[in-house]
């Protein structure tokens, strides 16, 4: 059976702007963890003394998504509202490139190792390189997949996305070659994805209530959750090489070993809606809430 205890909590941070919807995270070039703000248009910083800064983007209903450090030392995010692509110096200067195509929906990001970014569109089912400059390449994915977050593996230098409605994962060279891995389980709908630095893979199954892992050799392992009806949402890769895990539907955060063992935490609020997760530089984990939080864990 799964463990169940909470981790030690540091600290809860309130946003300053109500509503924002605090939604995805990833650790800056400057050590501070930055934050989406879906319902708000902003884009927030959280340093480690607990300084809260937000940055206003040029329109309040752009709805930034998924975020990223980028390859220049700025962060990348997808507007998937107005269907552009953002960015956002650490000290708060920030623009945007339009992505072509008729309501094409940004919605994952991640830094290349080209020295691009490359990010998916939901509803055009594309996979598109985006330098610094602005230039645009772009690689199609099967109609309808729904391409969703994306991730660079370590050990094979590609692109990796998940399918949410192909029910598989992407592999995209950085010429556009693609290989499709389909999953075993149907109806697995898989969203989040992160890459530990041996290139394997982890990727949580929305629709089924599972984790799961992708070897370098091949090897795909689904590791069922408590309750399955939890809604994994999004997974990042811990120090230890463990996969943490949001659950939306009950509140709560998990964590997966590479053998398998499942444990889980109860967030303070049940019904605060967990999306992103991010590890900062001290191994600290921050989780955002839609209700309007971030929480700051240590799970050492």
Same mark, same amino acid.
């Given at each position: ?11 809860t ?10 939604y995805?995270? @990833?650790?800056? +070039? $400057?050590? /501070? *963890?930055?934050? !989406? ?7 927030? %910083? #959280? &340093? =480690?003394?607990?300084?809260i ?6 329109t ?5 998504t ?9 962060l ?8 552009r ?13 339009p ?10 990001? @991640?830094?290349? +190792? $080209?020295? /691009? *970014?490359?990010? !998916? ?7 598109? %390189? #985006? &330098? =610094? ?32 409605q ?17 999953l ?12 530990? +630095? $041996? ?13 799961? %892992? #992708? &070897? =370098? ?17 999004a ?20 964590r ?24 900062? +530089? $001290?191994?600290t ?16």
């Amino acid at each position: 059976m799964p463990r169940t205890h909470p981790p030690r909590l540091i600290h809860t941070y309130a946003l300053p702007t109500p509503d924002a919807g605090p939604y995805a995270l @990833t650790t800056g +070039p $400057d050590g /501070a *963890v930055w934050c !989406t703000l879906v319902h708000a248009g902003r884009i927030a %910083r #959280l &340093t =480690p003394d607990g300084r809260i800064d937000e940055f206003p983007l040029d329109t309040p209903d752009c709805g930034p998504t998924l975020i990223t450090t980028g390859p220049d030392g700025a962060l990348w995010f997808t507007r998937n509202r107005d269907h552009r692509i953002g960015r956002i110096t650490p000290d708060g200067e920030a623009r945007s490139h339009p992505v072509p195509g008729s309501g094409p929906g940004p919605y994952g990001i @991640t830094a290349g +190792p $080209d020295g /691009a *970014v490359w990010f !998916t569109t939901l509803h055009t089912a594309t996979v598109t %390189r #985006l &330098t =610094p400059a602005g230039e645009l390449t772009q690689h199609a994915l099967p109609e309808g997949s729904f391409p969703s977050f994306a991730t660079t593996a370590a050990a094979d230098g590609a692109l990796w996305c998940t399918l949410n409605q192909g029910n598989a994962l992407a592999r995209i060279t950085v010429t556009g070659d693609t290989t499709l891995h389909p999953l075993p389980t149907p109806g697995a709908a898989p969203v989040g994805l992160a890459a530990a +630095p $041996d290139g394997t893979l982890w990727f949580a199954e929305i629709g089924t209530g599972r984790i799961g %892992r #992708l &070897t =370098p050799a091949g090897e795909l392992t689904e590791h069922p959750l408590p309750d399955p009806r939890c809604r994994p949402h999004a997974v990042a890769v811990a120090p230890d090489g463990s996969c943490w895990y949001t659950a939306w539907a009950t509140g709560r955060i998990g964590r997966v070993t590479p053998a398998g063992t499942v444990t889980e935490h109860p967030l303070p609020n049940p019904a605060c809606e967990p999306h992103g997760l991010a590890f900062a +530089p $001290d191994g600290t984990l921050y989780v955002a809430q839609e209700s309007g939080e971030v929480t700051r864990w240590n799970i050492t």
